[in-house]
């Protein structure tokens, strides 16, 4: 099991910028993807952005494609989300998980999550 939490979210001016942190520790070596996912109130949880552990391949929900970047740090064991030009929509819970299936986006196919961060957008 791998044990994650993340950290950075809180409350952003619509049009700017925030920095997410997702941490894994336990059986960090049995990942393969990590993703961003999110929920809003009242609504599903959400594909944001995920990328595999070598870093060759990213892949993004059309709604923050040019806005979010994902990225990882192997040597620290974390994985980011920086987000930019937020928008009111953006907020929601964001979630990490990670995936020992490799350039997965769906929410069945991720193994361990995270507690969440919450992100409130203000118009």
């Known amino acids: 099991q791998v044990h994650l939490v993340e950290s950075g979210g809180g409350l952003v001016q619509a049009g700017g910028s925030l920095r997410l942190s997702c941490a894994a520790s336990?059986?960090?070596?049995?990942?393969?993807?990590m993703g961003w996912f999110r929920q809003a109130p009242g609504k599903e949880r959400e594909f944001v952005a995920a990328?595999?552990?070598?870093?060759?391949?990213?892949f993004y929900a059309d709604s923050v494609k040019g806005r979010f970047t994902i990225s990882r740090d192997n040597a620290k064991n974390t994985v980011d989300l920086q987000m930019n030009s937020v928008k009111p929509d953006d907020t929601a819970i964001y979630y990490c998980?990670?995936?020992?299936?490799?350039?997965?986006?769906?929410?069945?196919?991720?193994?361990?999550w995270g507690q969440g961060t919450q992100v409130t957008v203000s118009s």
């Open positions: 336990g059986r960090t070596f049995s990942w393969y993807t």
């Open positions: 990328i595999v552990w070598s870093g060759g391949w990213t």
């Open positions: 998980a990670v995936s020992v299936t490799p350039r997965v986006i769906t929410t069945t196919q991720y193994n361990d």
